[in-house]
């Protein structure tokens, strides 16, 4: 039970390039997130999806798009990378989101720079 | 506008002392607050929650103390050991239907116990 994995680990664009982070739950978990996390921000929501079929934005999700391709897996696309996307990127998951707050279970990271 | 806020970025203790985190939140409709924990190059794990409707939650040498009428709430870890050397991070939500999982994140404190 790997619980949530995400790829790439690293990864540098040129500013301008796309590229697309994977995250993956074996937990069979309907709600799936992905966050920001920057120095003295803590951990900001881009978008999330609280079943499958279904996405909303979160608070910050200029300059992004998601995919939740089946219940396990949930990617993330930056279509044009900017400096401002510098950040390490969360991906999430958890039973259930809507009529009671339940547990978030986190994936390693993905450290992403854009030059 | 920072709904939910740590506002001591680091924290040093002594092994064996007390440990005090602290986080304050402004919106209260948050219902469910929430601890995660941070080791670095890691994502962020549970550590303990506790709901609007008590006002102490207690697991382990970890407690948890919400004062609604302060909009406050504390983490107590007792005794501190070196292996809690981490980053804690506040959460909170609304957990009506149509908020999902949508938790908001304190900026983080980051705590050191010292041998």
């Known amino acids: 039970n790997a619980g949530v994995t995400q790829t790439p680990k690293f990864q540098v664009l040129k500013t301008g390039q796309s590229m697309t982070l994977q995250c993956a739950q074996d937990m069979n978990h309907n709600s799936m997130y992905w966050y920001r996390q920057d120095p003295g921000m803590g951990l900001r929501l881009i978008y999330y999806s609280a079943s499958e079929g279904t996405t909303d934005k979160g608070e910050v999700p200029n300059g992004y798009n998601v995919s939740r391709l089946n219940k396990r897996e949930f990617s993330l696309r930056l279509e044009s990378a900017a400096p401002s996307q510098t950040s390490v990127y969360f991906c999430?998951?958890?039973?259930?989101?809507?009529?009671?707050?339940?547990?978030?279970?986190f994936g390693p990271g993905t450290r992403l720079t854009v030059l | 506008d920072q709904q939910v806020k740590q506002n001591s970025p680091s924290l040093s203790v002594q092994e064996g002392r007390i440990s005090i985190l602290n986080c304050d939140y402004t919106n209260s409709m948050f219902d469910y607050f929430l601890w995660y924990k941070k080791y670095p190059a890691e994502g962020p794990t549970f550590l303990i929650s506790i709901s609007s409707i008590k006002d102490k939650n207690e697991d382990g040498r970890f407690t948890v103390f919400l004062n609604k009428s302060a909009k406050h709430l504390s983490l107590h870890i007792v005794p501190s050991q070196p292996g809690d050397s981490a980053v804690y991070f506040c959460?909170?939500?609304?957990?009506?239907?149509?908020?999902?999982?949508?938790?908001?994140f304190g900026q983080g404190t980051e705590l050191s116990v010292k041998p």
């Open positions: 959460a909170a939500i609304t957990s009506v239907y149509n908020q999902g999982g949508k938790l908001i």
């Open positions: 999430a998951s958890s039973v259930l989101a809507g009529e009671f707050a339940d547990t978030q279970y």
